[in-house]
């Protein structure tokens, strides 16, 4: 089909006489002239769909009096070229485009996909410059932000625990998203954030970096494409989001970056999406590109104790930590639900782990409490000679034999599990032999003590390369299939 810049979000076409095995073609034509709310002009079309593509021609009409540049990203093709009287005309033909057939765990799909980009930006200068204009005295410091500022200076006596407290007060904040004309753009006034107390990711995080300079902590306004790309090569709005940037002493110790969007974000901790993108950091009144980045690891720790008594009934306790972006996952499945509703989530996570037990006494930390991390305590009670799984819900995307693209463990971030299972009053049994793989940077462990009373076993996954590529796949997947099934075989 022949297709101009912009497509309908969907469309349906039935073939009531179709039968199984048919050959169906379909050619449609769409045209839609731009719209943008900004002086300069940016947009992104899609080239592939989920299902294959054997011909496609796109056409791009530029006004000759602007300059216009193009990029063609994950596909490879040049354009024909021809003009009229007021326009550039640019014209692509693809064959055979193959379907994109999203999958768990995949890469931003920006990085996948093959996509054409158009902007009438010659460089991020102007972007920038543009952007200064639009936001012009959003970030002015009132006596009331300056206030505010000194209450929690008064409160807190070192930098990190001012800088925390800040991030605590702005995350508290109600979020209501404010998107129409220039607010689509410029931040509210700290002052009127804080007056009014909601606004949307920019206000908040434009309200954070006001208080945190009016404690005399350097702090930046930060634009970046949460759980997506920036290409720092290709000037234009390919931005959703905003955070603050704190900067340490030296660029791998001491940086923070802030995203106070929501009340589930612990302190340090980087939010699902924002790990690795290319951030753009105003500072004065200029700014560049950045990589998030992140010195925390992601820990779960689970730690089982079993005492099996002279009737074989087996009772004993669960306690589970979860800290980084574990403990934003669990704040976000349980922070909204009632009572009754979080025990039965919580239930049924607990029986994936250890089937047919029963689970008595549960009790998490608040969802609600940024001061505390997440960490869960349980009683126990089961008949069987308990063999709890890993709870890493990830593993099941290692079900296929093999993999076409990369596979992205914890939204890129790092993370260590540890599993810690402890029998006492048991008989002393021949101590199983001890587990260890690495490969592709991930390590699997699996290490037992034992002695006349007790027997222990604590298993490790530390997830160090959580971007893995098609080419390591089969042999982490072959790893991980191997611990899993020495956890679940082991004779405790």
């Given at each position: 089909?022949?297709?101009?810049?912009?497509?309908?979000?969907?469309?349906?076409?039935?073939?009531?006489?179709?039968?199984?095995?048919?050959?169906?073609?379909?050619?449609?034509?769409?045209?839609?002239?731009?719209?943008?709310?900004?002086?300069?002009?940016?947009?992104?079309?899609?080239?592939?769909?989920?299902?294959?593509?054997?011909?496609?021609?796109?056409?791009?009409?530029?006004?000759?009096?602007?300059?216009?540049?193009?990029?063609?990203?994950?596909?490879?093709?040049?354009?024909?070229?021809?003009?009229?009287?007021?326009?550039?005309?640019?014209?692509?033909?693809?064959?055979?485009?193959?379907?994109?057939?999203?999958?768990?765990?995949?890469?931003?799909?920006?990085?996948?996909?093959?996509?054409?980009?158009?902007?009438?930006?010659?460089?991020?200068?102007?972007?920038?410059?543009?952007?200064?204009?639009?936001?012009?005295?959003?970030?002015?410091?009132?006596?009331?932000?300056?206030?505010?500022g000194?209450?929690?200076?008064?409160?807190n006596?070192?930098?990190?625990?001012?800088?925390?407290?800040?991030?605590?007060?702005?995350?508290?904040?109600?979020?209501?998203?404010?998107?129409?004309?220039?607010?689509?753009?410029?931040?509210?006034?700290?002052?009127?954030?804080?007056?009014?107390?909601?606004?949307?990711?920019?206000?908040?995080?434009?309200?954070?970096?006001a208080?945190?300079?009016?404690?005399?902590?350097?702090?930046?306004?930060?634009?970046i494409?949460?759980?997506?790309?920036?290409?720092?090569a290709?000037?234009?709005?390919?931005?959703?989001?905003?955070?603050?940037?704190?900067?340490?002493?030296?660029e791998?110790?001491?940086?923070?970056?802030?995203?106070?969007?929501?009340?589930?974000?612990?302190?340090?901790?980087?939010?699902?999406?924002?790990?690795?993108?290319?951030a753009?950091?105003?500072?004065?009144k200029?700014?560049?590109?950045?990589?998030?980045?992140?010195?925390?690891?992601?820990?779960?720790?689970?730690?089982?104790?079993?005492?099996?008594?002279?009737?074989?009934?087996?009772?004993?306790?669960?306690?589970?930590?979860?800290?980084g972006?574990?403990?934003?996952?669990?704040?976000?499945?349980?922070?909204?639900?009632?009572?009754?509703?979080?025990?039965?989530?919580?239930?049924?996570?607990?029986?994936?782990?250890?089937?047919?037990?029963?689970?008595?006494?549960i009790?998490?930390?608040?969802?609600?409490?940024?001061?505390?991390?997440?960490?869960?305590?349980?009683?126990?009670?089961?008949?069987?000679?308990?063999?709890?799984?890993?709870?890493?819900?990830?593993?099941?995307?290692?079900?296929?034999?093999?993999?076409?693209?990369?596979?992205?463990?914890?939204?890129?971030?790092?993370?260590?599990?540890?599993?810690?299972?402890?029998?006492?009053?048991?008989?002393?049994s021949?101590?199983?032999?001890?587990?260890?793989?690495?490969?592709?940077?991930?390590?699997?462990?699996?290490?037992?003590?034992?002695?006349?009373?007790?027997?222990?076993?604590?298993a490790?996954?530390?997830?160090?390369?959580?971007?893995?590529?098609?080419?390591?796949?089969?042999?982490?997947?072959?790893?991980?299939?191997?611990?899993?099934?020495?956890?679940?075989?082991?004779?405790?």
């Open positions: 089909g022949n297709r101009e810049i912009g497509l309908p979000s969907a469309t349906n076409v039935l073939f009531p006489q179709a039968q199984a095995g048919a050959i169906v073609e379909i050619v449609t034509r769409t045209e839609r002239h731009a719209q943008t709310q900004q002086p300069e002009f940016y947009q992104e079309l899609e080239l592939q769909r989920t299902i294959p593509v054997l011909q496609s021609t796109v056409t791009l009409n530029l006004p000759k009096a602007q300059k216009f540049h193009h990029i063609l990203r994950n596909i490879e093709a040049q354009p024909e070229t021809s003009e009229t009287e007021h326009s550039k005309v640019l014209t692509w033909n693809f064959t055979k485009l193959a379907a994109f057939e999203p999958l768990p765990l995949d890469p931003p799909r920006r990085d996948l996909v093959a996509w054409l980009g158009i902007s009438s930006l010659d460089s991020w200068d102007g972007f920038i410059d543009w952007f200064y204009r639009v936001s012009s005295k959003s970030g002015e410091t009132s006596a009331a932000v300056k206030q505010k000194a209450e929690i200076a008064a409160a006596k070192t930098r990190e625990g001012k800088t925390k407290a800040a991030f605590e007060f702005v995350s508290a904040l109600r979020y209501i998203a404010i998107e129409f004309g220039i607010h689509a753009f410029r931040p509210r006034t700290p002052e009127a954030v804080l007056y009014q107390r909601y606004g949307d990711c920019k206000d908040k995080a434009n309200l954070l970096v208080l945190l300079r009016s404690m005399e902590i350097p702090a930046n306004f930060v634009l494409n949460r759980g997506a790309s920036t290409d720092p290709f000037p234009g709005w390919q931005f959703n989001h905003a955070i603050a940037f704190v900067p340490g002493a030296t791998k110790a001491g940086n923070l970056w802030l995203d106070s969007t929501d009340t589930t974000t612990p302190f340090g901790t980087i939010a699902p999406g924002n790990l690795g993108r290319s753009l950091v105003f500072e004065g200029g700014a560049s590109f950045k990589t998030v980045t992140n010195a925390t690891v992601t820990t779960i720790r689970d730690e089982w104790t079993f005492d099996q008594d002279a009737s074989g009934k087996v009772r004993g306790q669960l306690d589970q930590k979860w800290t972006l574990a403990d934003y996952g669990k704040r976000q499945e349980l922070g909204s639900l009632t009572p009754l509703q979080r025990r039965f989530v919580l239930t049924q996570h607990l029986s994936e782990m250890l089937p047919w037990a029963d689970y008595s006494q009790v998490t930390s608040d969802p609600k409490d940024l001061k505390l991390p997440m960490s869960l305590h349980c009683l126990v009670e089961t008949a069987v000679n308990a063999r709890p799984l890993a709870s890493l819900k990830w593993i099941d995307a290692f079900a296929p034999l093999e993999r076409d693209r990369p596979l992205e463990i914890n939204d890129g971030q790092p993370v260590r599990y540890e599993q810690v299972v402890r029998w006492t009053s048991v008989k002393a021949t101590k199983p032999a001890d587990f260890v793989r690495e490969v592709a940077g991930e390590k699997l462990t699996i290490r037992h003590q034992a002695d006349a009373q007790t027997m222990t076993r604590t490790t996954c530390e997830v160090n390369q959580p971007r893995i590529s098609s080419k390591d796949y089969p042999a982490v997947r072959a790893a991980l299939r191997e611990w899993s099934q020495q956890i679940e075989r082991d004779s405790l």
